[in-house]
């Protein structure tokens, strides 16, 4: 009996009808023969994703943080929450942020580096960018940054965890309808050409733009010659991704399925008139999004400024008394500390929905999305504002050779860039000879058993 080949697709394969067209899902007949052949595995080819999410200001650790360790630990109160996903996640204990605690730690959180000193911001290249360059080569958006404020926030709350490898935080976006459109609105002939209009705007600027500096080049000191040659390089930055944007222009968006899911159709934004926002609808927008941005291979990137630093945090159908900044000055007050543990389940409950969203997309290989995405979260501080015991947790990514721990407890003052170091190095990344203050990947989560 001969053997019978199935086609091998390409993995932007288009399915054309009348005048449109529309992008497949990742189907097993775009995966490398490699991975099929023989009956192999198809892990190898399945791309990884990595996400990142920040709870600013902090959890009460005293509900969250486990009291026993190891595989079978006894969930704590506020972790129950999560009780059905028990098996996918670790919790990392003695976590930390040398530049963290106070209302500083979301500068340092994705960077490592002392970001802000007083008034003067120096901040470096941020875990997801890292990440972003070598994952974000095939993607149409290499990285997406969330917030539930839109902006940077520079100099005041951080709307943003990522910054670029010159150091300027990359702006975030907080609404659901402008994201869905982004991400998979298809545009009509006129918009298209509006934009390639803007295209070719965009590079005369450049053009002219270097070859003022070029000229200028000339007539400069030694020290400003450096100062231009990395103006040359940002330049050189915006240059690529115009090509990137260009190039995507003429491939169309993937066609999603939005039964069961939230109305993307108008604007949701915590700006809207009191009383029409409701958190808990926007939390499930968000997480929806960023679902559908991963499976349909939109983006392999994600930052999500959960919660900003000191600034909101509740919302009036949470049914608590304060905002969550003042809860966190608890004075040890049992009604305060009740409170910001009720303000963590809600959170926590919001993720539980992220969760499920990610274990309902099956993969070619029988795993789920969640199997390929490693999703971490912390925060600048940990109970009382301190450098240490922050709330970390590690999710998913078994598929990348994750072996989940239940409760962790790593030695005291354990960087949390070892967290990071260790996402990176799960799904493929080489972060450079060395990474932020990391001494190397979690050894206890990447090994067999």
């Not at 149409?140 to 520079?154: A, H, I, K, N, Y």
């Not at 450096?226 to 915006?238: N, P, Q």
Request: proline fraction near 5%; hydrophobic fraction near 35%.
């Amino acid at each position: 009996m001969s053997k019978i080949h199935a086609p091998q697709l390409g993995r932007r394969t288009l399915l054309r009808g009348t005048g449109g067209a529309m992008a497949l899902p990742l189907l097993e007949a775009m995966l490398p023969k490699r991975a099929t052949a023989g009956g192999e595995s198809l892990e190898p080819a399945l791309p990884k994703r990595i996400g990142i999410f920040y709870f600013g200001t902090g959890m009460n650790m005293r509900q969250l943080e486990p009291v026993d360790e190891g595989r079978d630990y006894t969930l704590s109160p506020t972790l129950k929450v999560l009780a059905k996903h028990k098996d996918d996640f670790t919790v990392l204990s003695g976590t930390y942020l040398e530049h963290g605690g106070g209302h500083q730690g979301d500068y340092t959180f994705s960077t490592g580096v002392k970001a802000k000193d007083g008034s003067s911001i120096n901040n470096s290249v941020s875990m997801d960018q890292i990440a972003a360059e070598q994952l974000g080569r095939q993607t149409r958006f290499p990285s997406l940054q969330l917030c539930v404020q839109r902006g940077t926030g520079f100099g005041g709350n951080l709307r943003t965890l990522s910054w670029n490898r010159d150091g300027v935080p990359l702006a975030s976006e907080n609404d659901p309808h402008v994201l869905f459109n982004r991400l998979f609105k298809v545009d009509g002939p006129e918009e298209t050409e509006l934009r390639k209009k803007g295209f070719r705007q965009r590079r005369s600027i450049l053009d002219l733009v270097m070859e003022d500096a070029k000229q200028m080049e000339r007539t400069v000191g030694q020290r400003d010659r450096v100062k231009l040659d990395e103006y040359f390089s940002s330049v050189r930055e915006v240059e690529k991704q115009l090509e990137r944007d260009i190039d995507w222009n003429v491939k169309p968006k993937p066609n999603v399925d939005t039964s069961g899911l939230s109305d993307f159709s108008e604007s949701f934004t915590v700006n809207m008139p009191a009383g029409q926002f409701v958190y808990e609808k926007y939390a499930r927008m968000m997480y929806d999004l960023i679902a559908l941005a991963y499976e349909t291979d939109s983006s392999r990137v994600i930052s999500y400024v959960v919660r900003q630093e000191s600034s909101g945090g509740t919302f009036p159908e949470f049914g608590v008394s304060k905002g969550f900044h003042e809860l966190t000055h608890h004075g040890n007050d049992p009604k305060n500390l009740a409170e910001l543990a009720k303000v963590d389940r809600i959170y926590l409950s919001h993720w539980n929905y992220f969760i499920d969203r990610l274990k309902s997309f099956g993969q070619p290989d029988g795993s789920s999305l969640l199997d390929h995405t490693l999703l971490g979260f912390s925060s600048g501080m940990g109970i009382g504002h301190s450098k240490d015991r922050l709330p970390t947790c590690l999710f998913g990514g078994k598929a990348a050779g994750v072996a989940h721990q239940g409760h962790l407890r790593l030695p005291e003052q354990t960087p949390l860039s070892r967290v990071w170091h260790t996402m990176l190095d799960r799904a493929g990344v080489d972060p450079g000879d060395t990474f932020q203050d990391s001494t190397g990947v979690i050894e206890e989560l990447v090994k067999a058993g």
